[in-house]
């Protein structure tokens, strides 16, 4: 079990370290975001990607030993969370474990308030952007301001209905 104990806090700080490199990448997203730099912006998205990939392999990794550590502890056919782990994991494992639980949640915390951030962003500008289409198709489809001589508002053909007389 103490194999299995070790293994686990290796694989939690290996997913903290990937949550942190995601933090980064997701501070310079807000950046680009705010430049309007498109094409930065794609490449951080595929960085993005690369360690998401990462860090779903690492996650299946601490499923599994979790499911290990769960049926060495008898409790088979139940999940067993790192917070009980980490509460019955005996003397310096058991402290490292809930030391690096408690940075596992904060790097999380973290990434979820800098993801806010940028959709926060990114619905602003896309309805900065969609404000500006409207006015634009505005102006586009309404009638002429001023006629051919520069007259503001002026029609070249006076209406009929309005000139005669009853």
């Given at each position: ?8 806090a290796?694989?939690?700080r ?7 490199r995601?933090?980064?990448?997701v ?44 049926g ?20 310096e ?17 973290l ?18 952007v ?29 209406l009929?209905?309005?000139n005669?007389?009853?």
């Open positions: 079990m103490q194999s299995l104990l070790t293994e686990l290796t694989t939690l290996q997913e903290i370290d990937q949550y942190r995601l933090l980064a990448v501070r310079k997203e807000r950046g680009r975001i705010v430049r309007g730099e498109l094409a930065g912006l794609a490449e951080l998205v595929r960085r993005k990607e690369a360690i998401t990939r990462d860090l779903a392999q690492l996650g299946a990794s601490r499923l599994s030993l979790l499911e290990r550590l769960a060495e502890c008898g409790e088979t056919g139940s999940r067993i969370t790192l917070a009980q782990v980490s509460s019955l994991a005996p003397g494992v058991g402290e490292r474990l809930q030391a690096l639980l408690v940075e596992f949640r904060g790097a999380v915390g990434l979820m308030a800098a993801n806010d951030v940028n959709r926060t962003l990114l619905d602003r500008s896309l309805d900065f969609h404000g500006s289409l409207a006015l634009f198709r505005t102006v586009a489809t309404s009638g002429p301001t001023y006629n051919a001589g520069g007259r503001f508002g002026e029609d070249a053909r006076p009929a209905a309005v005669q007389t009853a």
